[in-house]
């Protein structure tokens, strides 16, 4: 259905987020109302895979957006995946989980708050590419700035057993982690 992919970027005013179905709803409003603002004050980062062609521009009649186009705006990119990251702080009763140096007065975590891919795409590779994607992107992150882990929240069971497969481990409750030099050792085996 969807031939061609940009590269994954920041979302922007260029992308289609109406349509976009995953089929969890608090997902799809996250991306349709939300993760622009969030962007613009600063509490959390959205970045998608969009289509390379084109579509036209159509708002969901019930789904008022944040910060959406007009109604028969102008053709954009439609959104076939997206993931969202913040930097969090981990609560003190559960920093041994992290890390073993708990001295630390505090152990900051970069959270994989969102991802998602949409009911058209998924099955063939995109989330787990998403995935990659956004570790990657975690690590380079936490190289930059601090950061001992990446912690994800899985919003029901099938997306728990998704970040299982990728060899996250439990937290607590929804939430998984998993260390920034285990993810750093994962993505680049060389290094
Ligand atoms: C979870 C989700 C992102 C997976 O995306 P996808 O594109 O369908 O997954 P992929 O095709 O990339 O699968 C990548 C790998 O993960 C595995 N996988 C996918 N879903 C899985 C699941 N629920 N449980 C275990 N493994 C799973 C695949 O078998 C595949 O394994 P392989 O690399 O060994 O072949 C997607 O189904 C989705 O958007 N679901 C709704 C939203 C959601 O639950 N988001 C996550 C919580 S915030």
């Given at each position: 259905m969807y031939a061609d992919f940009l590269p994954v970027c920041q979302l922007g005013?260029?992308?289609?987020?109406?349509?976009?179905?995953?089929?969890v709803l608090e997902l799809d409003r996250w991306l349709r109302r939300m993760a622009k603002a969030a962007g613009t004050i600063g509490t959390g980062t959205t970045f998608v895979l969009a289509s390379a062609e084109p579509v036209a521009d159509e708002p969901v009649a019930d789904e008022p957006v944040f910060d959406g186009p007009a109604a028969d705006g102008p053709a954009g990119l439609a959104v076939l995946g997206y993931y969202t990251l913040a930097v969090r702080a981990v609560e003190q009763d559960l920093r041994s989980r992290v890390v073993?140096?708990?001295?630390?007065s505090s152990v900051s975590v970069i959270q994989l708050v969102r991802l998602a891919v949409h009911c058209d795409a998924q099955g063939v590779g995109l989330g787990g590419e998403l995935l990659v994607e956004a570790l990657g992107r975690a690590v380079r992150a936490a190289d930059a700035i601090g950061a001992r882990a990446v912690v994800v929240e899985a919003t029901d069971e099938p997306a728990y057993r998704f970040y299982e497969h990728f060899g996250f481990e439990p937290l607590d409750g929804m939430r998984l982690f998993q260390r920034i030099d285990v993810l750093r050792a994962a993505l680049d085996p060389a290094a």
């Open positions: 005013d260029e992308h289609v987020v109406d349509g976009f179905d995953c089929g073993t140096d708990v001295l630390a």
